[in-house]
């Protein structure tokens, strides 16, 4: 089993920083890629951005320019740094790994709240 453990959600100003983490760790064989969802209050939970092996990342539109995904491979550590936050950011982060077999494994989710 993989388990993955997200820190670094919590409460701040509009405009101001907050960098998300992800250590996995558990019987992981390969890791196909590591990612953060989001889901806020009402809404489908969306991707915002994914790392996979190659380095190469892809972003959701609403977030390209002001959030950074970052990996230590060594660590199995995923980041989310968080810049220019606004108010329609807040959500519960999840932190995903796709491992073998393309199996989807998911964090019990941080929350991050933007205030206006």
């Known amino acids: 089993q993989v388990q993955l453990v997200e820190s670094g959600g919590g409460l701040v100003q509009a405009g101001g920083s907050l960098r998300l983490s992800c250590a996995a760790s558990g019987s992981i064989f390969s890791i196909e890629s590591m990612g953060w969802y989001r889901q806020a209050p009402g809404k489908q939970r969306e991707l915002v951005a994914r790392?996979?092996?190659?380095?190469?990342?892809i972003y959701a539109d609403s977030v390209k320019g002001r959030f950074t995904i970052s990996r230590d491979n060594a660590k199995n550590t995923v980041y989310l740094q968080m810049n220019s936050l606004k108010p329609e950011d807040t959500a519960v982060y999840y932190c995903n790994l796709v491992g073998s077999w393309s199996i989807h494994f998911w964090g019990q989710g941080t929350q991050v709240t933007v205030s206006s």
């Open positions: 790392i996979r092996n190659d380095t190469s990342t």
